[in-house]
């Protein structure tokens, strides 16, 4: 590829980054990305136990989210994605209901029968609605508790909520819960079940095959090197200061800076206008606390379980060896323990062995067989940007992507709406991105 001598440098190497590099890489730009971990992928990036890849916080992808399987096509490894039955349960304190079919809902005593079946009316309804705009300023909690009556919240979409945005959950917008339906419901085939999508070899191969093709087409990223300031010289060119190997302090000068760094972190490093600083000061997050354990057996048969009991120490159950065939990870059980989490819980600040021993107490109440003695191996990690806070008339806070600043370009989670933030999204708004650079040369 020949070089148009235009140069870009990306602050980040998680799925926006990496996506916006290769796009603009293939147009002609030299592209540098910054990247503060020693690894690349960010939030969808992965670890190594027992032998498999699996990522820090579990993935999956959705039948719709068409942008990343047009990427994961152009990278040539369309053979590797593969669709799997996904299975949902709900634990109520006491017992597993299974979540899945429109039978489940009639089984579903929790609630009396009228409610089952205005959950499933309201359920088609919002599968339906197109315009998502009308919803802009109710909270979910009001528009269910209205619609679907107190039950079906209580009981079903509350916990769903709480599963997402923890102690946040009654605040969040009604545009976000219709995005979910949509995605949820959009990926749904034959007799109504849920697939979902997993590369074989886990997002590390979309990954690793992105690092190949950005450096084959010229492109550099730098790990262990986070960006510490954007800022204008004298002759108003962009400059960027970084910590090469995250000890020596450099500069460089750029034609465009496209960041994909958190919003309170794009406040640290970058002065902006009063106007642009204060959405970004809006942009609220969870942070993500997650056990990834193998265990000597399986918890239980469900992809997903969400805990509906509010006494619960943590929101979900993701069993990601449920997900795929026991052959995939040789008859080994993986799942995941999650939590979204305010960064001052106190869940959030505790140490692991503590947070442990009292996630395997609660795990006894899922399964009264498991013991501590079922963990082969774990690894626990935290994600701070893990999950904005959409709350209602969200819209109105969002951060634009070309910022105030002449070549100064943002793209993160906090931007992706209605739809929840996800893999798909960063490569949509990649896209995006690359249009917008393109207009400014
Ligand atoms: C628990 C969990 C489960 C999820 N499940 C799914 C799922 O099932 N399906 C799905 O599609 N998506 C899922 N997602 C969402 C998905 O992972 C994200 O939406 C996506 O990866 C975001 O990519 P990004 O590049 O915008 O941000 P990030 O991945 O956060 O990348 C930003 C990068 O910037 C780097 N950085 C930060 N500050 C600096 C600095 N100063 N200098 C240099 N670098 C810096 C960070 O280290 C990071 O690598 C999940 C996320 C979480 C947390």
Redesign the pocket.
């Known amino acids: 590829m020949i070089s148009n001598g235009k140069n870009i440098t990306i602050?980040?190497?998680?799925?926006?980054?990496?996506s916006s590099a290769y796009y603009l890489l293939k147009k002609g730009y030299h592209v540098e990305i910054?990247?503060?971990?020693p690894f690349?992928?960010?939030?969808?990036?992965t670890i190594n136990l027992s032998g498999f890849e699996i990522e820090r916080?579990?993935?999956?992808?959705f039948t719709g989210?068409s942008q990343?399987i047009d990427l994961i096509n152009d990278l040539g490894l369309q053979e590797k994605l593969k669709w799997h039955q996904s299975s949902v349960g709900i634990f109520d304190g006491e017992k597993i209901f299974s979540f899945q079919s429109p039978l489940d809902l009639i089984k579903f005593n929790k609630i009396p029968f009228f409610d089952r079946l205005r959950l499933g009316f309201i359920t088609l309804l919002l599968k339906y609605k197109k315009n998502w705009k009308s919803l802009e300023s109710m909270t979910a909690s009001e528009w269910i508790k209205s619609w679907a009556g107190k039950n079906v919240y209580d009981q079903i979409w509350g916990p769903l909520l709480r599963g997402k945005f923890g102690d946040y959950s009654e605040e969040i917008g009604m545009p976000w819960f219709w995005g979910k339906i949509q995605t949820r419901f959009g990926s749904r085939k034959r007799f109504n079940q849920e697939v979902l999508g997993y590369p074989n070899g886990s997002f590390k191969i979309i990954l690793d095959t992105l690092d190949k093709k950005i450096h084959s087409l010229g492109g550099v990223i730098y790990k262990n090197?986070?960006?510490?300031k954007i800022y204008f010289n004298d002759k108003k060119e962009i400059q960027i200061k970084?910590l090469e190997n995250n000890f020596k302090q450099k500069t460089k000068n750029t034609n465009v800076v496209l960041s994909?760094?958190?919003s309170f972190?794009m406040l640290n490093?970058c002065d902006f206008p009063d106007e642009y600083k204060s959405k970004l000061e809006a942009s609220k997050y969870l942070g993500?606390s997650?056990f990834i354990m193998e265990l000597k057996e399986k918890l239980t048969p469900f992809y997903w379980l969400n805990i509906a009991d509010r006494n619960s120490p943590f929101l979900g159950v993701i069993e990601q060896s449920n997900l795929l065939s026991s052959e995939y990870y040789k008859n080994k059980n993986f799942l995941y323990l999650?939590n979204y989490l305010d960064r001052n819980d106190w869940r959030y600040k505790l140490e692991e062995s503590e947070l442990l021993n009292i996630y395997c107490d609660y795990l006894k109440k899922i399964n009264p067989q498991f013991n501590k003695d079922w963990i082969i191996d774990y690894t626990y990690n935290k994600?701070s940007?893990?999950?904005p806070i959409i709350g209602k008339n969200y819209g109105n806070i969002i951060p634009e992507i070309s910022t105030p600043l002449e070549g100064v370009y943002l793209?993160?989670?906090t931007q992706?709406y209605p739809e929840d933030?996800?893999?798909?999204?960063?490569v949509k708004m990649s896209q995006k991105v690359v249009d917008l650079i393109e207009k400014h040369f």
């Open positions: 602050i980040g190497a998680g799925f926006t980054g990496l910054f990247e503060s971990a690349i992928g960010g939030q969808a990036s916080g579990y993935h999956h992808l989210d990343i090197t986070p960006v510490k970084f994909t760094v958190p972190e490093i993500a997650v999650t994600i940007a893990a999950q793209a993160n989670t992706i933030r996800g893999t798909n999204y960063s």
